[in-house]
């Protein structure tokens, strides 16, 4: 009986009654909730309060501190500075010309990184490729590539598209390819029983069994394209003739007039909220969430 | 049923040209020639050295000019020459200095920020009204915010670094946190975890895919600000410490300025080579020591 050895003794606890146990009593379970609270249950006027509360402190700051309007104008001046130059200014005209160089380099690079997928599915060389320059390039901030660009490509929108182009490109080519070869072998199956073959089975099959991954490398290239195009704008934005949002914005840092730059940066928030919230997610709705690959 | 269609009964037929059945080759000893080219490494690094002998008899052949493309070998001996005899170093040790400072610092806020976004709904609502409007916005349009506020120097920069650092993280740990399930909650409520190691012990390692998602992210974003700074404003950024300073994106503009080609190209080697150390090697020993090995993200 070695093995009762291991066994700790059985303590056996007496018995006892709790006396001290008051009445059970039903507390809330469930009861009309006040008119405040139900408002404050709603999400839209939560968020709206959050938002109008930093603007009341940085407006109070502003003017209750007396801080200089050079370095912190109050929120009323950035936000007359921005009806203004929408309304009376050249801001649309600069917007305009970002969004174009935007499309542009956006549509270039999505082109480019189609042809260099549809070659890495194709050949084992392809996929080596993709792999070997995905991993190269995509640590390299394309922002660095702009000085060579402008040598190459002289000052213009052409070097601008070119450093779009490179944002773009490597982040969606590494994203599709290997969504592409994560695709099942029953549905790739499936697409070969139907007889489908070469680009057909590619846009029939691949394209939408691998939509998901795609879908996160046209965001994540979006944001590095934004990123690039208003820092490329803020170096180089005068000489690429016109300049866009990235030039106003270093155009008033320049002249000192804060507000101004206020205004450029409410703008680039709100087309980066229009093209994340209400662009990629009404794709995002009629695609991959209608086929029920992602739950929203 | 005049909807069906007619039965077509074919008929019956022997096939009298099969052949016999030969056997094909159903398992051979590979030539040394396939065995080598089926290894990874050496498919891959065979791609390199195509592209290498390829750009060195492009230029030597067209004759282009060597201020548009620099032979390969140009490229090289620039790189050696600013490693070893110029002051590139110092430079990466100034950029990986500042990108350092950011990122911690950056972390630190996300983290307070995701705590009081758990801790309670306002902010909650808080975290998700910021990261919603300020994660679109580039941080490199803060610069000269920063500039104006903090003067040249390198507090801009991290000011900028931490604004691309910040929000990411915050945005995606929460999101983590928000969908760590029930289920695990309750074990680690059963084991009468609360407050800091309830945080530590569950819901940080039940989060860490998302957690790491969000490191890596922003760690994207400080790298390309970071470059982006030191191009735009490297000089004025240096000129206040002396001579010895600048980063990474300073080294490229400089050398861009002055039709130094080769060592533009050699500043670009260095950006890949950081990049790539930091991804392949710090990222991926992470995910291969956490979320990999507790199963949770398949390689």
């Keep these: 009986m070695s093995t009762d050895k291991h066994l700790p003794d059985l303590v056996i606890r007496p018995e006892f009654v709790n006396e001290n146990i008051g009445d059970a009593h039903t507390g809330d379970v469930a009861r009309e909730l006040s008119l405040i609270e139900k408002i404050w249950n709603i999400n839209g006027v939560r968020k709206a309060t959050v938002l109008l509360g930093l603007i009341v402190v940085w407006q109070a700051y502003t003017v209750l501190m007396d801080v200089q309007p050079l370095m912190f ?54 996929g080596d490729f993709i792999a070997m320059a995905t991993a ?66 590619v846009v029939r099959i691949l394209v939408p069994a691998a939509l998901p991954s ?5 965001k994540v290239g979006w944001a590095f394209a934004w990123r690039t195009l208003i820092g490329a704008e803020l170096v180089f934005g005068a000489s690429s003739g016109g300049g866009g949002l990235g030039w106003y914005i270093f155009e008033n840092s320049q002249n000192i007039e804060t507000a101004g730059v206020f205004a450029g940066l409410f703008m680039i928030i709100l087309i980066g909220i229009t093209v994340e919230n209400v662009l990629f997610r009404n794709i995002e709705l009629k695609t991959v969430n209608r086929w029920g690959m992602q739950r929203s | 049923m005049s909807n069906m269609p007619e039965t077509v009964v074919r008929a019956e037929f022997e096939a009298d040209s099969l052949g016999s059945a030969g056997t094909a080759d159903v398992a051979r000893k590979l030539s040394f020639f396939e065995k080598l080219s089926d290894m990874d490494s050496v498919r891959k690094f065979s791609i390199l050295l195509v592209l290498m002998v390829a750009w060195e008899m492009y230029t030597r052949i067209s004759g282009v000019s060597e201020l548009l493309l620099p032979k390969f070998s140009d490229t090289a001996v620039a790189l050696f020459n600013s490693l070893v005899y110029d002051d ?26 995701t705590t009081a976004a758990i801790m309670t709904r306002f902010g909650s609502d808080a975290l998700s009204t910021l990261t919603a409007m300020l994660n679109p916005l580039p941080a490199i349009a803060l610069l000269p915010l920063a500039l104006l506020w903090f003067g040249l120097g390198s507090a801009s920069v991290v000011f900028t670094l931490l604004h691309s650092v910040i929000w990411p993280v915050a945005l995606n740990a929460h999101t983590g946190f928000m969908s760590v399930s029930d289920t695990q909650r309750m074990v ?62 300073w080294f490229v503009f400089s050398n861009q300025m002055e039709l130094q080609i080769p060592a533009v190209f050699a500043g670009l080697f260095t950006v890949i080579l950081v990049g790539v150390f930091v991804e392949s090697i710090i990222f991926t020993n992470i995910e291969s020591r956490t979320v990999r090995r507790w199963g949770m993200q398949s390689s």
């Design chain 2, 188 to 249: 680690g409520r059963n084991y009468g975890l609360r407050g800091v190691p309830y945080v530590v012990k569950l819901l940080i390692p039940a989060a860490f895919p998302s957690i790491l998602m969000g490191l890596k992210v922003g760690w994207a974003y400080a790298w390309r600000t970071l470059i982006a700074a030191e191009l735009v404003f490297g000089g004025a950024i240096a000129d206040t410490s002396g001579a010895q300073s600048g980063g990474l994106g």
């Design chain 1, 214 to 218: 795609i879908m996160t490398g046209m």
């Design chain 1, 73 to 126: 104008p109050p929120f009323t001046d950035a936000a007359l500075r921005l009806w203004e130059d929408l309304f009376h200014g050249d801001l649309p005209g600069k917007i305009w010309f970002s969004i174009k160089v935007l499309v542009y380099g956006y549509a270039a690079g999505m082109a480019i990184a189609a042809v260099m997928v549809l070659w890495g599915t194709s050949s084992r060389l392809g």
């Design chain 1, 136 to 201: 190269m390039f995509n640590p390299l901030p394309s922002i660095a590539m702009l000085p060579l660009a402008m040598l190459w490509f002289g000052l213009g929108t052409a070097s601008l598209i070119f450093v779009l182009v490179h944002a773009v490109l490597w982040a969606v080519a590494l994203n599709t390819h290997t969504g592409f070869k994560n695709v099942s072998h029953t549905l790739r199956m499936i697409g070969e029983n139907y007889g489908l073959k070469g680009v057909g089975f």
């Design chain 2, 88 to 113: 590139l170093l110092i430079m990466i040790k100034n950029s990986l200095t500042i990108l350092v400072t950011g990122y911690a610092i950056g972390l630190v806020i996300a983290t307070l920020l």
